[in-house]
């Protein structure tokens, strides 16, 4: 089967990878030119594109996406290792608070992969490049689609500026900012099905190297994300010594704008003891970088049971975004791409069947994430922007018996080992957050610490972070 890819991004390359591997012919369409850097200092540095800032920001390699490329690509994850992507097992991520720091049975599959957005994409484009039966050309943007004009169309390729690109398949990899309603439009299919909530939340991340071990307050592959009373701030431990710092505010906040200056960015990571600490054994690689304007997104190609288009699937951002203080995207893009090689094993000579079985693994791999994240950030908002901007306060949030959310259960995780590891499973993907939510002992553990009432994490008054954002000492 001839395959023609959409997007030489991560999720474009793996499953470039993986369906060649299949024995389908693959023929990936990047927009942009960009060398393969000799090594991965040289691709952080390059890494910046005005279309992609996500790259810039925060990644980890979840443990349900780590599962699912040891099972399917396991050279890449190696690939990966070898490139310094770092293991983090769940015992660095314990805070001196929890009070057994013991190792349980099955904390192995909690373990973190903890990586530079730079590098995992430099180590995918190498594998890619490297892989009989996969052609990457690079400087190619795809305009629209071929096809041919039956009910629901079916889709023959593709058109670019250099000429029409034959396929019996095309994937869209395309990313957040796909054509793919206005490509649809104009072949006279229906558009997809697109379901957003906000973020609001924007980011500005800075990177960092380790200069003195010894100082550094806990292990360099540390993972730690505070909700604050005004804004969010986490660190993230990446490859060869380097670690992210990001604030997150409300988009809407506009003190944080003058965040993107080092000097009140700085300001405002010390105003918080916990990273205050962190700084002292950092020094700064990189500007800050700050993104915004992110949705929480869930497209479906098949709108009442019915596919509106036969012979194009979507993976990755195309078919759904979260918040990526969750960092649930690569897991979400491989699960969807593993669905889309069982869906073109199993009918390849049927294009209907092929999207009602993906749409399937939609409803099953990534509609349980997407709903979870759009709740979460909904309760978030409306928190962030009653203490920073003085809107009025959220109703209390309804109480169910036998249900935690992800505010209780992340206030608990530092104060009991189930909940920690309740804690992780989400974070991790390795299980539907609801099941979490609502299993009987995390919620009893939950409850247990919650109504001692958890310690509020150390942070500036009102006061001091306008004082810091500011720039004055």
Same mark, same amino acid.
Do not use: K
């Given at each position: ?7 030489g991004?991560?999720?474009?390359? %793996? ?5 060649a ?47 699912? %490329?040891?099972?399917?690509?396991p ?14 097992? %769940? ?5 001196p608070?929890?009070?057994d ?10 373990s ?8 995992v ?6 594998c ?8 990457? !050309? ?11 004009s ?11 500026a ?14 957040r900012?796909?054509? %793919? ?6 072949i ?11 973020c ?49 505010? $409300? =988009? ?16 405002v ?24 304007? $992110? ?5 479906r190609?098949?709108?009442?049971? !019915? ?24 897991s ?12 073109l ?7 209907y ?9 939609? =409803? ?39 249900r ?8 608990a ?37 919650t ?13 001091? $972070? ?6 004055v000492?």
């Amino acid at each position: 089967m001839r395959i023609v890819v959409i997007g030489g991004s991560a999720a474009g390359l %793996l499953a470039a990878l993986l369906l060649a591997r299949a024995g389908h012919r693959v023929e990936v369409l990047e927009r942009d030119e960009r060398p393969i850097e000799p090594d991965v200092e040289a691709a952080a540095a390059a890494a910046f594109r005005a279309g992609a800032p996500q790259v810039m920001h925060p990644h980890v390699v979840p443990a349900r996406c780590r599962e699912v %490329l040891a099972q399917h690509l396991p050279d890449v994850l190696e690939a990966w290792r070898r490139a310094g992507v770092v293991e983090a097992p %769940l015992a660095s991520q314990m805070p001196p608070s929890l009070p057994d720091t013991t190792a349980w049975s099955g904390d192995e599959r909690l373990s973190l992969t903890l990586a530079r957005r730079s590098t995992v994409d430099w180590v995918l484009r190498r594998c890619a490049a490297e892989e009989p039966g996969i052609d990457v !050309r690079e400087g190619v943007a795809v305009t629209g689609l071929l096809a041919e004009s039956v009910d629901p169309p079916l889709v023959t390729g593709v058109t670019t500026a250099a000429g029409p690109v034959p396929a019996d398949v095309v994937l869209d990899a395309s990313g957040r900012r796909t054509g %793919l309603d206005s490509w649809l439009t104009a072949i006279g299919a229906r558009p997809s099905a697109l379901e957003a909530a906000e973020c609001g939340i924007a980011y500005y991340t800075r990177h960092f190297r380790v200069a003195d071990h010894a100082a550094l307050p806990a292990p360099s592959t540390t993972r730690t994300v505070l909700p604050l009373d005004e804004f969010m701030i986490g660190i993230w431990g990446a490859d060869h010594d380097t670690m992210l710092i990001t604030l997150c505010p $409300l =988009t809407t906040d506009r003190r944080f704008a003058a965040a993107r200056a080092p000097g009140p960015y700085t300001a405002v990571v010390r105003s918080v003891p916990y990273y205050a600490a962190w700084l002292d054994a950092l020094e700064p690689i990189s500007d800050v970088y700050p993104m915004a304007g $992110l949705h929480n997104t869930l497209r479906r190609l098949v709108v009442d049971g !019915r596919p509106v288009v036969l012979g194009l699937h979507a993976v990755g951002d195309v078919v759904c975004t979260t918040n990526p203080t969750m960092s649930r995207g690569l897991s979400l893009t491989a699960l969807g791409i593993v669905d889309l090689a069982a869906a073109l094993a199993a009918h390849p000579d049927d294009p209907y069947a092929q999207a009602i079985a993906l749409d399937r693994g939609v =409803t099953e791999h990534v509609e349980p994430f997407y709903t979870d994240q759009a709740a979460v950030d909904a309760e978030r908002l409306a928190i962030l922007r009653h203490i920073a901007l003085g809107a009025p306060a959220p109703p209390p949030a309804p109480h169910v018996p036998e249900r935690v959310g992800l505010a209780e259960l992340r206030a608990a995780s530092p104060h009991d080992p189930h909940a920690f590891r309740a804690y992780w499973t989400v974070m991790g993907m390795l299980a539907p957050p609801e099941e979490v939510y609502r299993d009987p002992e995390v919620v009893a553990h939950v409850r247990r610490v919650t109504t001692a009432g958890p310690p509020r994490p150390a942070q500036p008054t009102h006061e001091e $972070l306008t004082t810091a954002l500011a720039g004055v000492r």
